[in-house]
Structure formats: C-alpha cells, structure tokens
C-alpha cells in the first residue's frame, strides 16, 4: 500500500513533490506507539483512582505571555504528580488564542493527559469543534505539541462552507456555492503542522452535488486549514452530478476544479455519464472538471448510446472524415 501511495503521488503537480508520503507514514507510526502508551496509562490511572476531585478545572500549557493555551475541565479528575497523568471523566479539553478566546474544544467521556508531552489519550466517545468544524469517533489520541490528533475509530467529520469547483472559488456562484460536506472513515489522521489528513478504512467525502470514496485517502490543506488537493487509493468511485466513475487511484485539485482517475493494467479508470445520451468511457487516464462538461482521456474506449463503441482515437477520426 506504501509504494503504490508513493507512486500515486509522482503523478501530481510538482509542487506536490514536497510532501514524501513514506517520511510521514514513518511519523505516524512513532506517534501511534505513543498513543498505545497514553492508552495503557489512562487503564493504569483508572486502577489508581483514590476519591477524584469534582468540577475541576486545571490549565496545564501556556502561552509565552503566560495565558492559559490549553486546559482540561471534567466532572471527576485527579492528578497523579508521580507521573505527570491528568485523568478526568466527562472531560472539555479547550485550547484559547492569546487573547483568551476559545480556538477549539474537545468533549470527551474520559481522558488521560501526560502534562510532560503535552498529549493524552480520550477513552470512548469524544467530540470535537473547530472553526465551525465538527469532528467525532471513538478513541483518540492527540498531541499539542505535535499539533497531531489520530482517531481510531467510526470517524465522523462535518465541514462548513466547503467549496469543491472553480466557480465556487471564482465567486461565480455567490453564496450557493458553498456547500457542507461530510467524512467518513474507520480511522483518521490529521497533522496540523504539515496540513496533512489520512483518512484510512471505508472512506467517503460528500457533499449534495459531489462525492469520492475509497480505501484511502490524503487531503493535503493549505496555510488556513483549507483543501488543497485529495489523493485516493484503491477502489476509488467517484460521483458528480450524472457523472459516476471507478478506478484503482485517482486525484483532485481543487484551485482547477479537476479530478483525474488512473486505471491500471486489467483495471482501467471509467467514467460514465448516464444523462440524455448515455456515454462510457475507459482508459489508463481519464481527467474531467468538475464544473464543466470537458474531459480528458488517454488510452481510451469510448461507447455511446444508439451503438457507437471502439477506440476513441478511432472514432474521432471518422467523425472528421
């Protein structure tokens, strides 16, 4: 799965040539070891439990200037100063800019937090609220130095105002453009400091008029948390409007509004658009825009309702003959 991720990423701009999918993978995996740590220290906490305080609020990292940056409020908690352990039950872990206002905020059932790495583990089911973005699933592990948050489980993402063509970026729809969308996967990995989001296990982005789904998928964000560029692998489908497409991998990038599916040696990209006339094309690589009717192909058979089928090449030549 590495390689072909690895490969996948040699087809995209060479801007994208910065981001080394096998470096990063390598993190995530130092970072998962640690989580199986905080995991093993919330049960340890648990057996320790001796009369935990209640409604407890306790700041445990600072700005520079020596406001509050991050605090953990739960209904029980007790601090464990033998190993630096903040356990709590029906826990908000809040983090604040410098003038004091609240920047994101976690809801959580219990939680564990190492005051020395500035991480913790959320046991069961946790909520979490960002920029008007919504995210939950079931254990989570979260690093703020890191600026690094993995959940393992059932993750649900909602997002505000997402735009997914040119027009939207454009202005060229006004407000009707911006439309919300919704992530699924089994497990997700965001890393804030590289702009980078893992979506791994059943994975599925929608919107009312957009949708892709895949084994796995990169979302690549820019400087504003805000989607770049999506790269998916393995059995990839993609839906738009009365396009509806499958392939092996594919990419999309959202400044250009393009999705471009590869298809692979026995398994080629299609795309099929079931409108008036309905079409269906295959081919190694097959590029349309989101919000225009071009598309691109290469390696292509095209077959269109009321018997035309053949090699597209072909069929373009006999069309001008």
């Given at each position: 799965?590495?390689?072909?991720?690895?490969?996948?990423?040699?087809?995209a701009p060479?801007?994208?040539?910065a981001?080394?999918?096998?470096?990063?993978?390598?993190?995530?995996?130092?970072?998962?070891?640690?989580?199986?740590?905080?995991?093993?220290?919330?049960?340890?906490?648990?057996?320790?439990?001796?009369?935990?305080?209640?409604?407890?609020?306790?700041?445990?990292?600072r700005h520079?200037?020596?406001?509050?940056?991050?605090?953990?409020?739960?209904?029980?908690?007790?601090?464990?100063?033998?190993?630096?352990?903040?356990?709590?039950?029906?826990?908000?872990?809040?983090?604040?800019?410098?003038?004091?206002?609240?920047?994101?905020?976690?809801?959580?059932?219990?939680?564990?937090?190492?005051?020395?790495?500035?991480?913790?583990?959320?046991?069961?089911?946790?909520?979490?609220?960002?920029?008007?973005?919504?995210?939950?699933?079931?254990?989570?592990?979260?690093?703020?130095?890191?600026?690094?948050?993995?959940?393992?489980?059932?993750?649900?993402?909602?997002?505000?105002?997402?735009?997914?063509?040119?027009?939207?970026?454009?202005?060229?729809?006004?407000?009707?453009?911006?439309?919300?969308?919704?992530?699924?996967?089994?497990?997700?990995?965001?890393?804030?400091?590289?702009?980078?989001?893992?979506?791994?296990?059943?994975?599925?982005?929608?919107?009312?008029?957009?949708?892709?789904?895949?084994?796995?998928?990169?979302?690549?964000?820019?400087?504003?948390?805000?989607?770049?560029?999506?790269?998916?692998?393995?059995?990839?489908?993609?839906?738009?409007?009365?396009?509806?497409?499958?392939?092996?991998?594919?990419?999309?990038?959202?400044?250009?509004?393009?999705?471009?599916?590869?298809?692979?040696?026995?398994?080629?990209?299609?795309?099929?658009?079931?409108?008036?006339?309905r079409?269906?094309?295959?081919?190694?690589?097959?590029?349309?825009?989101?919000?225009?009717?071009?598309?691109?192909?290469?390696?292509?058979?095209l077959?269109?309702?009321?018997?035309?089928?053949?090699?597209?090449?072909?069929?373009?030549?006999?069309?001008?003959?």
């Amino acid at each position: 799965m590495r390689k072909t991720l690895i490969a996948l990423l040699a087809f995209a701009p060479a801007a994208a040539f910065a981001f080394r999918s096998d470096e990063w993978l390598a993190k995530r995996e130092i970072l998962s070891r640690e989580a199986e740590r905080l995991q093993a220290a919330y049960t340890s906490c648990v057996a320790r439990l001796d009369e935990p305080a209640a409604d407890v609020t306790i700041p445990f990292e600072r700005h520079a200037d020596g406001s509050v940056k991050a605090s953990v409020t739960a209904k029980k908690a007790q601090v464990f100063l033998d190993t630096g352990m903040i356990w709590g039950s029906e826990v908000v872990v809040s983090q604040f800019s410098t003038n004091g206002v609240e920047d994101a905020h976690v809801e959580a059932d219990g939680c564990v937090i190492d005051r020395v790495t500035k991480s913790g583990w959320v046991q069961g089911h946790a909520r979490a609220l960002h920029l008007g973005n919504e995210v939950e699933g079931d254990g989570i592990y979260f690093s703020f130095e890191e600026e690094f948050v993995t959940i393992y489980a059932n993750t649900k993402i909602r997002v505000k105002d997402q735009k997914f063509d040119t027009k939207a970026i454009a202005g060229g729809l006004g407000k009707a453009a911006k439309r919300d969308a919704e992530i699924s996967a089994v497990r997700t990995d965001y890393d804030r400091k590289d702009g980078v989001v893992l979506f791994d296990g059943a994975v599925s982005v929608s919107d009312a008029e957009y949708s892709l789904g895949a084994d796995r998928i990169f979302a690549f964000l820019d400087g504003t948390n805000s989607l770049k560029r999506i790269v998916a692998d393995g059995s990839v489908t993609v839906t738009n409007g009365t396009r509806n497409g499958g392939c092996p991998r594919a990419s999309y990038e959202k400044s250009l509004g393009r999705v471009t599916m590869f298809g692979e040696e026995g398994n080629p990209a299609k795309l099929v658009d079931a409108g008036s006339r309905r079409s269906e094309i295959e081919g190694r690589k097959i590029t349309f825009w989101l919000d225009s009717e071009q598309v691109e192909v290469e390696g292509s058979t095209l077959t269109v309702e009321g018997g035309v089928s053949g090699d597209m090449d072909d069929f373009m030549r006999q069309a001008v003959e």
